[in-house]
């Protein structure tokens, strides 16, 4: 089993700054994708950056502000966020994707982390 825990989230005032982290344990053999998703109250959860090689996918409304990056040697992914606004509020989900060294793929997914933008 492919495990992943997030960290990082916490309260922080609009304009501020925060970076979630994200590791990956467990029976890895290789990870091919990993993202960051969303899912604020009462709303469904949204795709906010994905990245699978060299392509890079984000939310519109997080363009320019968030950055995802990885460290493929200590599987690891990261998410940068700047001018943080308190629309970005939500609990955010790191999820990881790749083959088992059984060679069977997973999609796991973190517990979540509360990223709260609030004065």
């Known amino acids: 089993q492919v495990h992943v825990v997030e960290s990082g989230g916490g309260l922080v005032q609009p304009g501020g700054s925060l970076e979630l982290s994200c590791v990956a344990s467990g029976t890895i053999f290789s990870i091919d994708g990993v993202g960051w998703y969303r899912q604020a109250p009462g709303k469904e959860r949204e795709l906010v950056a994905f990245?699978?090689?060299?392509?890079?996918d984000y939310l519109e409304s997080v363009k320019g502000r968030f950055t995802i990056s990885r460290d493929s040697a200590m599987n690891m992914v990261y998410l940068q966020m700047h001018s943080l606004r308190p629309e970005d509020t939500a609990v955010y989900y790191c999820v990881m994707r790749g083959y088992s060294t059984l060679r069977k793929s997973y999609d796991s997914w973190g517990q979540g982390t509360q990223v709260t933008v609030s004065s």
């Open positions: 990245m699978v090689g060299g392509d890079i």
